[in-house]
């Protein structure tokens, strides 16, 4: 590469300098205007990958947010996310692609532009200007006549020569900034060129790499692809022939006698409502785990339990009613009225029903004799019956009690009756004793089958196996023929035990074993020397000690005794003054008698009034509390109630009475219901 | 309240709603004892009264629940709409609050009580001409649009409080009597071993057994 021109015509300024220049000028000029495209386009391809980039990186979110939607199907979900993944990745790629060509590329060819050309153009005028002042000068010096003195002349030239000389370094500066330029253009426009090819090269090599990487997966997804395709195709086939299967009959379904995941039955039925109007309701019923569960067709995910336990319940069909194909499910409680859509439903229901019931009872006594685990497995939808719900809470809060994991009597594992004015387990072989001796002695319950009311089950659970036989077997004489039964002891082992210890009380230590300080105060018997057993009963009532009641109970106490108190109270009053509702159940369990009449002539219930406890009063009013008796100044518990403005307790008598009026009508048992409920409501 | 001995054919429960103050109480004293108080307390807890009406030959008891406006009791709400099959609304037609609550008391009663309730509006106080504040027409449109049945009556002078509970009660009636009557019209001698289906308020004894019957 040469100087544009050789120094000596740019000396001369020579013509063909001058075309020379004009020659490089134009061409420079060219080359800026293309480069400016160059640039342009540049700018915007970098641009455009931006924008590109940002979309192709939403696309790769939202194709993960479609793998969420299969979360359940591994196969989908897996190849969606490593899909999105690779496509993470050449994001990523192409983002240094843009980023290098940004700074190869776009910054390299500006600084050409900017600074290079930029320095050719101000040289060019900084030339110009001087050119112009050399023809001045030179002009200048022509015009200079010849008679001049010698100084104007010597001036003039002395101006062309400096002049001259100026725009002689001038032009060879220019010349030298113009050659430089067209030199340098070659190598500072490939050169970013190159680079950006390179960023191509390398983009495009981590490209192909990356898919290298995925071809097997893909090739994977692919054969994947054909498969499930295929999977359509057969499901279309499948159902190609769908219409055969419509049938102008119901859908009758065959009985099993296995249940498949517990359930035996399930389909429509027609439910009569309990409303007095008796409106009919289409449901979606289903035998399930010895339950009767419905609900509605939509919107109802959890449905209602209908029965709790098909066990207490039986099935007849019902012919005396306007519609067909009906039937009833009869259960302690209640009843409901079913319709079936068709005859051969309705026989198919009711032996379901039937063979459930018969599944259940046998299920129940095969696990009777091996484990028995009927009872903590009541944990199921909401229930219909809220208290059988309650009592399956509650029967496992009494199941926890000290001592109560094993028969009171025998110690067998796992018992499943109860004695509720006892407090105790008991085994069925051992509670079939104890029905024996008549509930004035114990009152047996089913911890299974029975509806338990919270006051009742909050007895058991304050008292239990191991604080009731540490009174009832406190004194247990090891040299008597007579001896604690085991499991599997026989009949009349455990009847003579079951007698000896809750009839004759014999294994009951009369000595005190409390607290010292309490016999400061007690009552002593004179012969004995022991606390009286009325004495402690009162105080067990006015104090809220059960365990005190259960041993003086134990010792023979006069469940109505006014032992120690000036106003004659028995045991209940002091109960209702105490505010336990649990202390008042149980004293009512074991016969204290609920109309019991103070000094003042004030029962039970009327005291509860007058201190305004409507919990009291409910519990007094659901075990028959006489609500007419008057104190000794004529006041009825409803006057007190009404006079004191106690809303509560009003409903409760009113409502109590209502019930009582209508006992003996048909309205009665709704009327009774409404009254059960109402305090259950309460007492909760 | 003997009601052992009397004979009826249908029971019906019905309940009195509204705010504190509307009459409710004084609707009830003057339909089951001719009995009007004007000094009368705000009611304490649940009160109820019977009175029986003959509706086309049959004897339909009626057992009217009244209860305080102003709380809700949380012991008795449910026992209170328990099988009951007839709601009477009241306001007071000279206090428009009350009948601004009309939709909250019929919200109550779509939450506790059984959707088939016959419910009528009630306004009151019809002898407070001076002071009303409750259009008659804006309360008829307002039951129409709710399908409810709709009357103005006054515990004070008696008007119209017979005929509320007369037709609630006949309304309840032919709803409740004309249901099992689809597939055998002729009543009096149906086929089979049922006489005709006697409905009370009462469920689980879907029976039969009829008082007609028993005579």
Avoid at chain 1, 246 to 255: E, R
Wanted: aromatic content about 6%; some cysteine; charged content about 25%.
């Amino acid at each position: 590469m040469k100087p544009i021109i050789s120094y000596e015509e740019c000396m001369r300024d020579s013509p063909k300098f001058r075309d020379a220049l004009e020659e490089n000028h134009a061409n420079l000029d060219d080359l800026e205007i293309k480069l400016e495209k160059v640039l342009k386009n540049c700018n915007l391809t970098i641009d455009a990958g931006k924008t590109y980039l940002g979309f192709q990186n939403n696309l790769v979110q939202s194709m993960l947010q479609v793998s969420m939607h299969f979360k359940g199907d591994p196969a989908v979900s897996q190849a969606l996310n490593k899909v999105a993944n690779s496509l993470q990745e050449t994001i990523k790629y192409h983002s240094i692609l843009i980023d290098q060509t940004s700074r190869s590329v776009s910054r390299s060819l500006n600084n050409f532009l900017k600074k290079d050309l930029k320095q050719v153009k101000d040289s060019r005028q900084h030339f110009d200007k001087i050119s112009a002042d050399l023809d001045t000068a030179l002009a200048r010096h022509a015009q200079a006549p010849k008679n001049s003195n010698k100084n104007q002349v010597d001036e003039t030239s002395n101006v062309l020569i400096a002049t001259r000389s100026c725009f002689r370094y001038t032009a060879l500066d220019h010349l030298y900034t113009i050659s430089l330029v067209q030199s340098k253009k070659r190598h500072e426009i490939l050169d970013p060129l190159l680079s950006y090819m390179h960023a191509q090269s390398t983009f495009f090599h981590q490209g192909s790499d990356l898919f290298q990487d995925t071809d097997p997966f893909l090739k994977n997804i692919g054969s994947e692809v054909t498969q499930l395709r295929e999977e359509t195709n057969a499901l279309e086939r499948e159902l190609g022939n769908r219409h055969s299967v419509v049938t102008s009959k119901d859908l009758v379904p065959m009985l099993k006698s296995e249940t498949l995941n517990g359930t035996r039955m399930e389909g429509y039925l027609f439910k009569r409502t309990t409303s007095p109007f008796k409106t009919w309701n289409r449901r979606w019923f289903a035998i399930c785990s010895s339950q009767l569960i419905y609900r509605k067709r939509t919107g109802d995910r959890e449905g209602t339990i209908m029965e709790q336990d098909l066990k207490l319940c039986s099935v007849r069909p019902l012919v005396d009613i306007d519609r067909r194909n009906c039937f009833e499910v009869i259960s302690p409680t209640k009843s409901h009225v079913l319709q079936a859509d068709s005859e051969e439903m309705f026989q198919v229901w009711i032996q379901a029903i039937q063979d459930e019931i018969g599944a259940a009872m046998q299920l129940m006594l095969s696990s009777r004799s091996s484990s028995g685990q009927s009872l903590a497995s009541n944990e199921s939808p909401r229930s219909n019956a809220k208290d059988s719900q309650n009592s399956s809470h509650s029967t496992t809060d009494i199941l926890a009690v000290a001592g109560n994991d094993r028969c009171c009597d025998c110690s067998a594992e796992n018992p499943e009756w109860a004695s509720i004015n006892l407090g105790i387990t008991l085994c069925i072989a051992c509670s079939g004793i104890h029905r024996s001796l008549g509930v004035h002695v114990s009152k047996v319950r089913s911890l299974t089958w029975d509806k338990w009311d919270g006051e009742v089950a909050q007895v058991m659970v304050s008292l239990g196996n191991a604080i009731v036989n540490s009174i009832y077997e406190s004194k247990v004489d090891t040299a008597s023929d007579l001896c604690k039964p085991q499991p599997d002891s026989t009949q009349q082992v455990r009847d003579a035990w079951i007698q000896a210890k809750y009839v004759k009380k014999l294994f009951v230590d009369h000595r005190w074993a409390g607290d010292e300080n309490l016999l400061q105060e007690a009552v002593i018997i004179p012969e004995s020397g022991q606390v009286d057993p009325n004495w402690l009963l009162s105080k067990g009532a006015e104090t809220g000690q059960i365990v005190w009641i259960a041993r003086a109970l134990a010792l023979y106490a006069d469940r109505n005794t006014t032992s120690g108190n000036t106003q004659e109270r028995a045991p209940v009053h002091l109960a209702v003054l105490n505010g336990s509702v649990t202390l008042l159940q149980y004293l009512l369990l074991n016969g204290a008698k609920i109309n019991t009449r103070d000094a003042a002539g004030k029962t039970a219930l009327l005291l509860a009034t007058e201190l305004g406890l409507p919990a009291q009063v409910g519990l007094l009013l659901k075990n028959r509390a006489d609500q007419k008796i008057a104190d000794n100044d004529g006041n009825t518990p409803l006057d007190v109630a009404v006079k004191t403005a106690n809303a509560d307790i009003v409903s409760f008598l009113r409502i109590s009475r209502l019930t009582d009026e209508m006992r003996e009508t048909e309205f009665g048992e709704a009327g009774d219901d409404t009254f059960q409920e109402m305090v259950r409501d309460f007492l909760r | 309240m003997g009601t052992r001995d009397d004979e009826y054919d249908y029971l019906f429960k019905v309940v009195l709603i509204g705010d504190s103050g509307v009459g409710k109480s004084n609707l009830l004293s003057r339909f089951t004892r001719n009995e009007f108080n004007l000094e009368s307390k705000s009611t304490i807890g649940v009160e109820f009264a019977t009175r029986s009406i003959q509706v086309d030959g049959k004897t339909i008891k009626a057992q009217i629940w009244d209860t305080a406006g102003q709380e809700r009791y949380r012991a008795i709400t449910s026992a209170y709409y328990r099988g009951a099959v007839g709601a009477l609304l009241v306001y007071d037609i000279a206090k428009h609050l009350t009948y601004e609550n009309v939709e909250r008391w019929l919200k109550e009663l779509r939450d506790h009580a059984d959707q088939n309730i016959v419910i009528m509006l009630v306004g009151n106080k019809s002898d407070l001409r001076h002071l009303r504040s409750v259009p008659t027409d804006e309360a008829r449109a307002f039951a129409e649009r709710h399908s409810l049945s709709f009357i103005e009556t006054s515990a004070l002078d008696c008007t119209n409080v017979e005929t509320a509970f007369h037709n609630i009660l006949t309304e309840i009636y032919r709803i409740v009597s004309q249901r099992p009557m689809h597939d055998s019209p002729d009543e009096d001698s149906p086929p089979g071993n049922s006489g005709p289906i006697q409905i009370s308020p009462t469920e689980p004894n879907a029976g039969s057994k009829s008082n007609c019957c028993k005579a």
